[in-house]
């Protein structure tokens, strides 16, 4: 299995131009099997005496991966989608040809180094101070989740007695808040955005102050989200900035798609109080051209969340003689890909400028898609985009249409658009983050409507 055979050499020459040819054609959009079809159509591939390198990589290329939805198709607007450049996923082969380790400053510094570069870059976009920094985690799950942690420990520092706690945040907050909360057992204070579906300061003040009145838990954190996963939307972080310094609460902003438009020179001041936050997350897999799975974490101050993330063990005590930068210790977990390299390789090599052009054409391709579904005759925009989504309704169609639709598109290969809900209501949302998606696209799929 370790011997770099002539049967290896063959396998080796296939899987590279094939990865070459994934990443030099338009791919197909593919679409779900069932299980029970995939299993007729290559049986158990785990045996003893195994398939041979051949047979196994055409189980791959010929079922398996056109059973796999290309997330980077121009037309899969779903959910958010990806958007890898070339460079970042060819990069990030020879990551994964270079067995790296991204722990410990000991075995992994010259990567942990330009990753560091690539998060510093993150953070002066938000106007965090120079000793700000962190760590690429798996995704923004996990980054939210191992901010939070951070949060509720200062918070046992300031009010050693409380013994419940609770994070305050939008009722159009990420799911993956309610998940950490739910990881972390603590409550959820749930507040209205206002009409704009934007979490404003003065509410959540008003909320916060209600609740502490009423009950023993304290809140330890406000979450602001920058860019809603389903409408885009930025809350006011001015104003919930302010509200958390004056109480002393840890901010927290979950930008794990939208903050990525910090790079965009015209999208910037949407994002002003962006400065107060104790930590943030965006996820260079979204809207940043990095192929899965990174997102950027960051923490105002790293040492606080090193005291409370760093592992000790017998066989680890060494990694902590010196004061080395280890991105272990900066979030939930050890051993790590280093996951940020991808994303840095393309940015050293391109520059941060083609970053912000990049986005500005997706944008144009999200500004050209509004104005189309104004004017068209059966569509009605849910609101003016903030971002790069596009949200909107079809008139007259039940819930039932839509998916209808939304699985018709798929069968048909011309796009990937699943509905999704606001105030209990279907809608369909354009996430583009793709600058392969071009206005043509757009088009092509609002002429199925
Ligand atoms: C996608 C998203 C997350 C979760 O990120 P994953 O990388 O999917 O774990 C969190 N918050 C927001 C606002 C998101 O859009």
Redesign the pocket.
Known sequence: MHEFTPEVEAIADEILSYSLHRLKTDPPLDGPMSAEDLFAAVGNTITARGLGGQAALEVFTKVLAKACISTDHPRNLAF?PSAPSEYANLFDLVVGASALYGGSWQEGSGAVFAENQALRWLSDLAGLPDTAGGVFVQ???MG?LSALVVARAEARKRWPETSRWAIACSREA?S?IASAAQVMDVDLLLVDPDSQGKLRGGAVASEIDAFHSRQSARIFAVVA?A???NLGIIDDLTGLGRITKERDIWFHV?G??GLAALCAPTLKPKFAGIEMADSFIV?PH?WLFAPFDA?ALIYREPRLARAVHTQHASYLDTLQDDDAWNPSDYAIHLTRRTRGLPFWFSLAAHGTDAYAEAMEATLHVAHEAAEKIRRHPNLDLVCEPELSVVAFTRRGWSAAEYQQWSDRLLADQVGFVPPSSHHGKPILRFAIVNPWTKVADVEAILATL
């Open positions: 958010i995704g923004g799950t939210n990420h993956s989200t860019g809603t996963t979950d794990a798609y996820d979204k997102c």
